[in-house]
C-alpha cells in the first residue's frame, strides 16, 4: 500500500534564533517556542501566552464514496469544519475494505486497509512525518479488523498527538476483546466523544473512563427550512399518501418486521398509508445469503396484504439525496431492536428535518426523543407501533406539534453547531501549558526535593506532591540524592551537607557484607526488604561512591566514598546488564581521577567496555547499532561509559564506539518536528523495533545531556550541545504535549508524560533527575563558554 507524501508547511513562523550560554542553533526557550507553533499556536509577545492559531487534523475512519455511516459521518466532519474554519488542515486517512476497491480522491491523503498491519503503521508513520497536531478516529468495531477491530492499536501506540476518539458504538456487556480495545482506546486519548448522555455512562462504569475525558456532542445535522414535507413528496411522486419511513441498510436487526406487521391495522383506517423502507440490503448480510431477508419481508407483508402499502427503495443514497426523501415522510420510524445503540445517525436526520419519531427505546432515542420530541414504544411491539403511528395519523394538529417541536431540537444539532463545538474543545486540549523556561544558569528551588525526604533517605513515590509513605525508600534514587548534593552549590546549605550525610547512610546501609551485595528496596519502618538487589541498582550504588569519591563536598565525605567503593566494587565482576556494566564503569572512571593508579577501577573500567564492545558486536545491524537487541531504559548510559572510558583508558576506539550508538540514539530521540522525544516505557522489549512515543520519563532527558556532555568533552563539538539543550527543553514544553514537566520555583518535576499529558505525580527519580540534569546542562554550559 503506498501512501502520498504530505508534510507540514503550516505554522511556519519567524522562529527567534538568538543563542543562549554557547549553544550553535535555537535556546531552549526557543525550542519550547518553535514546538508551541508547532501545535498550533502563536506567541502573544506582549502578553507571553498563547493564541490559537489553525491545528492540523489527521481525521481516521470511512471515507465517501465509501458506503457506509460512519463513511458520510467523517465526510461530513471534515466538510463543515472546513467549512466553519477554513485555515484548519485536515487530512483524511479513509478505512478500507479487505478488497480496497475504492478509488478514493483528495482530501484523502492516505488509505489504511482493514486487517493489514502494515497499512496502519505506514499510516502512522506518515502521521508522525506530518507533524500533525491532533488525531481524530471514528470508531466502531468492525472498521479495523483483528479481534474486536485491535489492528487500530498498531496505529495508535505508535503516534505521539493528543487523540480524539469518536465512538460509535459502546457496549454495556462487552466481551474480552471488546473490553480491552476499549480500555487501551481510553489509556490513551485526550478525549472520548459520544453522543448519548447513556454513552458517557457505560465509558465511566463499564470501562472506567476519566469524566473529563468524555465529551457528549450530538451527531451532527443538516440545516434545511422547516414545512418542506409536500413538495418533497411530489419529487419523489408521493402526493396523496401518508408517508411513514425507515431508512438504513436492510439487516434483520433493524426491525422492520415489527413495522410490517402493524400495517394491517394502521391501513384499516389510513387506506392511503405508504411506508417507505429505504436501503441497500446490508453487504455483509448479502455476501451469506444474498436477499433472502429482503424475500422474506416482502412475503411477510403479502401474507398480511399490504404489499400495496409498502416502497421498496433498494439502493443506497447519497446524503443529499437522503434528506430529500426524509423531507417527503410525515412519521420517521426506527424500530431497532438493540436497547443499545448508541447513535443513529438517521434518525438525528429525521429529527432535524421536523419529522415526528415513533422509535423504540433505545439508547439515542430515549434522550432525543425525551419532553414529548417523539414517541416511544416496546421492543418488538407492533400492537404499539400501529397505535401510535395511527393515532398520530388521526391527529394532524398533534402531528404537526410533534415536527416542530423536533426541528426545534435540531437547531443545536446543525452542522456548524458541531464544528463549533468541535473547535473549542480541539483548542482546549491543544492550548499549551507552560512557564518560562529556566535558566539554567540559575539553580532550582529546593523545596520539590525537600518536601520528599526525611532522616531516613528520600522516600520513592509521591501521590500527586505528596509522599507517599507506603512504598518506603530505595537505593537507586537515594545514591542519586547523594550524586546530586555533590553537585549543588553553596547556596544550597544547610540542606546540602544535611542530606549528604543522611543519603551516604542510606547508602552505607545498603551494602549487606554477607551477600557481598547492595540491597536496593527499605519499607518506611526502616525494613530492609530484600537480602540483595537488583544488578541495575548495584551499579547505581557503585556509580554514586565513584562520583562521591572525586566530587563529595567534605575531604571525609570523600574518604568514606573511596574506601566504601573499593570495599564493594567487586560485585560487579559478574554483571551481565549492560546498563549495570555502564553505572558502575561511570563510578569506576570518577574513582581513577583522584588515583589514575587504581587497578581495581581500572579494571572495571576495561572490562566494562570490553563486554559493551562486544554486545555491540554481537546485536548490531546496519540500522541497529546498539547493544541489545531492544531498548529499554536509561539508554544513553551505556555509550557514555564507552566515552568516558575511552578518555581515561586512551582507547580511541572506545570512544568512536561510543559517540556512534550515542548519535544513534540521540537522533532517534529528536521527533519530527524537532524536540526531544524520550524512548517511551512502551518500547521496551520489542525487538529490532522503532520507539514508541509513550510513556516519556525524566530521567531519559537527564541520560540525554550527560550523554551529550560526554561526547563534548570527547569531540568538543557543538552539535552535542544542541543535542543537549534540546533534552533539557523537554522539561520546559518543548515536548509532545507542550506542557511544562519541571517547576524551576518550586524545583519539583512530575513523572513525565503519557498519552492524556503529564503524568502529576512528583516521585524521587523525577525530581533528581531534573536537578541532575540542570546540574549537568549548567556545567556544560559553562565549558562551551570557555572554548
Keep these: 500500500m503506498s501512501f502520498l507524501a504530505n508534510p507540514s508547511t503550516a505554522n511556519a513562523k519567524n522562529l527567534p534564533t538568538g543563542l543562549s550560554r554557547g549553544f550553535p542553533a535555537t535556546s531552549i526557550a526557543d525550542l519550547r517556542t518553535e514546538r508551541i507553533l508547532r501545535r498550533g499556536f502563536m506567541l502573544d509577545e506582549e502578553k507571553g501566552v498563547a493564541a490559537s492559531i489553525a491545528p492540523r487534523i489527521a481525521l481516521i475512519g470511512g471515507f465517501t464514496p465509501r458506503r457506509c455511516g460512519i463513511a458520510t459521518f467523517t465526510a461530513d466532519i471534515h466538510d463543515s469544519i472546513r467549512a466553519a474554519y477554513p485555515d484548519t488542515e485536515i487530512d483524511v486517512y479513509a478505512m478500507a475494505s479487505i478488497a480496497n476497491d475504492i478509488a478514493f480522491a483528495a482530501p484523502v491523503c492516505g488509505v489504511i486497509v482493514e486487517n493489514d498491519r502494515d497499512s496502519f503503521i505506514a499510516a502512522a508513520r506518515q502521521i508522525e512525518s506530518s507533524h500533525a497536531d491532533l488525531i481524530w478516529l471514528q470508531h466502531e468495531f468492525g472498521l479495523f479488523g483483528g479481534h474486536a477491530g485491535d489492528q487500530i492499536l498498531e496505529l495508535l501506540d505508535r503516534v505521539a498527538a493528543p487523540l480524539f476518539v469518536t465512538l460509535h458504538t459502546v457496549m454495556p456487556d462487552p466481551d474480552e476483546d471488546q473490553r480491552r480495545v476499549i480500555?487501551?482506546?481510553?489509556?490513551?486519548?485526550?478525549?472520548?466523544?459520544?453522543?448519548?448522555?447513556?454513552a458517557a455512562f457505560l465509558l465511566r462504569t463499564i470501562f472506567g473512563a476519566d469524566p473529563e475525558q468524555i465529551e457528549i456532542i450530538p451527531h451532527g445535522v443538516p440545516d434545511r427550512p422547516f414545512g418542506r414535507t409536500e413538495m418533497f413528496k411530489e419529487q419523489h411522486g408521493l402526493s396523496g399518501r401518508q408517508v411513514i419511513m425507515t431508512f438504513g441498510l436492510l439487516s434483520p436487526g433493524k426491525g422492520i418486521e415489527a413495522v410490517i406487521s402493524a400495517l394491517p391495522e394502521i391501513a384499516a383506517t389510513h387506506p392511503d398509508v405508504l411506508y417507505c423502507i429505504v436501503g441497500a440490503t446490508h453487504p455483509n448480510l448479502l455476501a451469506r445469503e444474498g436477499e433472502a431477508y429482503r424475500d422474506r419481508l416482502r412475503k411477510l407483508a403479502q401474507d398480511l396484504g399490504v404489499e400495496n402499502n409498502i416502497r421498496w427503495i433498494d439502493s443506497f443514497l447519497e446524503t443529499e439525496a437522503l434528506l430529500d426523501l426524509i423531507e417527503a415522510a410525515d412519521i420517521y420510524v426506527t424500530p431497532y431492536h438493540g436497547a443499545n445503540q448508541a447513535t443513529s445517525g438517521t434518525l438525528s436526520y429525521a429529527v432535524a428535518l421536523g419529522k415526528a419519531v415513533v422509535s423504540t427505546p433505545y439508547a439515542h432515542a430515549v434522550e432525543l426523543l425525551a419532553d414529548d420530541h417523539g414517541v416511544l414504544i416496546p421492543f418488538g411491539d407492533s400492537a404499539a407501533l400501529a397505535r401510535e403511528i395511527g393515532g398520530l395519523l388521526d391527529d394532524p394538529e398533534r402531528l404537526g406539534a410533534m415536527q416542530k417541536r423536533a426541528y426545534g431540537r435540531g437547531r443545536d444539532m446543525i452542522w456548524p453547531a458541531f464544528a463549533m463545538r468541535c473547535h473549542d474543545l480541539v483548542t482546549q486540549v491543544l492550548q499549551p501549558h507552560t512557564s518560562p523556561s529556566a535558566d539554567p544558569a540559575r539553580s532550582p528551588g529546593l523545596e520539590g526535593l525537600l518536601r520528599i525526604c526525611d532522616s531516613t533517605g528520600i522516600i520513592q513515590h509521591s501521590i500527586f506532591s505528596v509522599p507517599d509513605r507506603a512504598h518506603g525508600y530505595c537505593v537507586d534514587d537515594?545514591?542519586?540524592?547523594?550524586m546530586l548534593m555533590n553537585r549543588l552549590g553553596h547556596d544550597a546549605e544547610p540542606h546540602r551537607s544535611r542530606l549528604s550525610a543522611i543519603f551516604a547512610g542510606f547508602v552505607q546501609s545498603s551494602w549487606n557484607d554477607d551477600a557481598q551485595e547492595f540491597r536496593n528496596f527499605m519499607g518506611y519502618a526502616r525494613n530492609w526488604l530484600e537480602a540483595a538487589g537488583s544488578e541495575d541498582s548495584c551499579g547505581r550504588a557503585l556509580w554514586t561512591l565513584g562520583a562521591t569519591s572525586c566530587e563529595g563536598t567534605t575531604p571525609s565525605l570523600r574518604r568514606w566514598a573511596q574506601r566504601l567503593f573499593d570495599h564493594t566494587v567487586t560485585s560487579a565482576a559478574d554483571f551481565r546488564s549492560p546498563r549495570a556494566t555502564a553505572f558502575a564503569m561511570l563510578g569506576a572512571d570518577y574513582r581513577l581521577q583522584p588515583d589514575e593508579e587504581d587497578e581495581t577501577a581500572g579494571a572495571v573500567l576495561l572490562q566494562g567496555a570490553e563486554y559493551l564492545m562486544s554486545r555491540l558486536a554481537a546485536t548490531r545491524r546496519p540500522d541497529w547499532p546498539w547493544f541489545e537487541s531492544v531498548l529499554a531504559y536509561d539508554n544513553c548510559r551505556i555509550p557514555e561509559a564507552l566515552i568516558r572510558a575511552g578518555l581515561q583508558l586512551d582507547r580511541p576506539d572506545f570512544t568512536a564506539a561510543g559517540l556512534e550508538t550515542l548519535r544513534w540514539i540521540l537522533d532517534m530521540q529528536i521527533s519530527p518536528a524537532g524536540h526531544f522525544r524520550p524512548i517511551g516505557s512502551e518500547s521496551f522489549g520489542r525487538e529490532y523495533s522503532l520507539p514508541r512515543p509513550f510513556d516519556q520519563q525524566p530521567v531519559?532527558?537527564?541520560?540525554?545531556?550527560?550523554?551529550?556532555?560526554?561526547?563534548?568533552?570527547?569531540?568538543?563539538?557543538?552539535?552535542?550541545?544542541?543535542?543537549a539543550s534540546r533534552a533539557y527543553a523537554w522539561f520546559f514544553g518543548a515536548n509532545d504535549r507542550s506542557v511544562t514537566v519541571a517547576d524551576p520555583v518550586s524545583g519539583s518535576c512530575h513523572d513525565g508524560i503519557n498519552p492524556r499529558g503529564v503524568n502529576l505525580n512528583e516521585g524521587a527519580e523525577s525530581v533528581l533527575s531534573y536537578h541532575l540534569a540542570h546540574c549537568s546542562i549548567r556545567d556544560l554550559m559553562s565549558k562551551a563558554d570557555t572554548n
Design 478 to 482: 537515594n545514591a542519586r540524592a547523594l
Design 700 to 723: 531519559e532527558a537527564w541520560a540525554a545531556i550527560d550523554g551529550a556532555h560526554a561526547a563534548f568533552d570527547a569531540t568538543h563539538e557543538r552539535q552535542w550541545l544542541s543535542h
Design 183 to 198: 480500555s487501551r482506546i481510553t489509556a490513551r486519548a485526550s478525549k472520548l466523544i459520544v453522543m448519548s448522555e447513556r
